[in-house]
Nanobody, 127 residues
Framework: QVQLVESGGGSVQSGGSLRLSCVAS????????????MGWFRQAPGKAREGIAS???????VYAESVKGRFTISRDVAKLTLYLQMNKLNAEDTAMYYC?????????????????WGQGTQVTVSS
C-alpha cells in the first residue's frame, strides 16, 4: 500500500512563496520510488482538477502554462520526497494541492494515469 502525505500549505499574501512537500511510504518504495514519475495537481472550488507539474524517472519536468516560470518541481529520491517550490503566488493559485505517484516512468499532467494520491494540502493566497 502506497501512502503519500503532503505538507507545507498555508496562507500567504500575493507575491509570496511556499514550498510543498510530499513524502511517500509503503510497498517497498525505497527500492522502486526512483523508477516512478510523480506529479502535482490542484483543484479550486468549483473548478476541475488541474495538473500543474510532473517529473519523470529521468528527472525531466513538465509544467502547465499557468505555473510555468513560477513553480519548480523536484524530488529527493533518498528521502522519498517530492517538492513543489511556488513563487510569485497570486489569488488564482488558491486551491487544494495534491501529489500523485504514477506506476510508470513518464511524466504526465493527466491525472487519469496516476495510481496513488495524497490527501492534499490547502494553499490560500490573499491579494
Amino acid at each position: 500500500q502506497v501512502q503519500l502525505v503532503e505538507s507545507g500549505g498555508g496562507s500567504v499574501q500575493s507575491g509570496g512563496s511556499l514550498r510543498l512537500s510530499c513524502v511517500a511510504s509503503g510497498s517497498a518504495l525505497e527500492y522502486t520510488y526512483s523508477s516512478y514519475s510523480m506529479g502535482w495537481f490542484r483543484q479550486a472550488p468549483g473548478k476541475a482538477r488541474e495538473g500543474i507539474a510532473s517529473i519523470g524517472r529521468d528527472g525531466s519536468t513538465v509544467y502547465a502554462e499557468s505555473v510555468k516560470g513560477r513553480f519548480t518541481i523536484s524530488r529527493d529520491v533518498a528521502k522519498l520526497t517530492l517538492y513543489l517550490q511556488m513563487n510569485k503566488l497570486n489569488a488564482e493559485d488558491t486551491a487544494m494541492y495534491y501529489c500523485a505517484l504514477r506506476g510508470g516512468p513518464l511524466k504526465a499532467l493527466d491525472g487519469q494515469v496516476y495510481k496513488h494520491w495524497g490527501q492534499g494540502t490547502q494553499v490560500t493566497v490573499s491579494s
